[in-house]
């Protein structure tokens, strides 16, 4: 099981784009890196998900350099509402499981005006 | 609309009186686990079940129980709940295969206090 460290906490301002990073180095062949988004007292909420090189959606990019150990979760110009915890998973059971995805702690993005 | 129902949000109960946290799914998932959440502890997960009726401990299953007799229901039953289940727990639901498709749908959450 693919265990990740990422920062505790993050503040940045709003009109910013900030980078998250999260270190997964024993992850495995077939591992998949997700990020998950949660506020407080709410579910968390599924961003993006990449195996290699570089995804971007609507909301986030995911860079993932050619080792795999790392991964980088850039938001663009962050607002207010950007402020929350966010999930960096390494896995290949959607579903969790005993050798599936495990949350960690998470990084605590603060965004202040 | 694509969603993960839990039932009920809230809910304060007394030391040893049986419950269960409903939840259903409305996108054909197999994929279905219970986490709870407490301060400092992040998210750990208590059950799963890859199908109907196959289910699997999680990290933290003691003192809960799980059923899995229809694809879209997943209820977590507390048969003697006690003060240290105190938590938020969340349902999740996920489509099977791994790999891509891993994105998993959660549920609104049940805050539980047991006293």
């Known amino acids: 099981l693919a265990k990740t460290t990422q920062p505790i906490s993050m503040d940045s301002y709003e009109g910013q784009e900030v980078n998250i990073t999260c270190s997964h180095n024993?992850?495995?062949?077939?591992?998949?890196i997700t990020w998950y988004q949660q506020f407080p007292s709410q579910g968390p909420r599924f961003i993006i998900q990449?195996?290699?090189t570089k995804v971007t959606n609507e909301v986030a990019s995911l860079f993932i350099p050619a080792d795999r150990k790392s991964s980088t979760l850039s938001l663009p110009r962050v607002s207010l509402s950007d402020t929350a915890v966010y999930y960096c998973l390494v896995g290949d059971r959607p579903g969790g499981g005993a050798d599936g995805l495990t949350f960690g702690k998470g990084t605590h993005l603060i965004i202040q005006p | 609309e694509a969603q993960v129902t839990q039932n009920p949000r809230y809910l304060i109960t007394v030391t040893g009186k049986k419950l269960t946290v409903t939840c259903s799914q409305n996108m054909n998932h197999e994929y279905m686990s219970w986490y709870r959440q407490d301060p400092g502890l992040g998210l750990r997960q208590i059950y799963y079940?890859?199908?109907?009726?196959?289910?699997d401990k999680g990290d933290v299953p003691e003192g809960y129980k799980v059923s899995r007799k229809e694809k879209r229901n997943f209820p977590l039953i507390l048969e003697s709940p006690s003060p240290n289940q105190t938590s938020l727990y969340f349902c999740?639901?996920?489509?099977?295969?791994?790999?891509?498709?891993?994105?998993?749908?959660f549920g609104q959450g049940t805050r539980l206090t047991v006293v």
């Open positions: 079940s890859m199908n109907v009726e196959v289910t």
């Open positions: 990449g195996y290699k």
């Open positions: 024993n992850i495995a062949t077939n591992d998949y």
């Open positions: 999740a639901s996920s489509r099977t295969g791994g790999g891509r498709d891993t994105e998993a749908f």
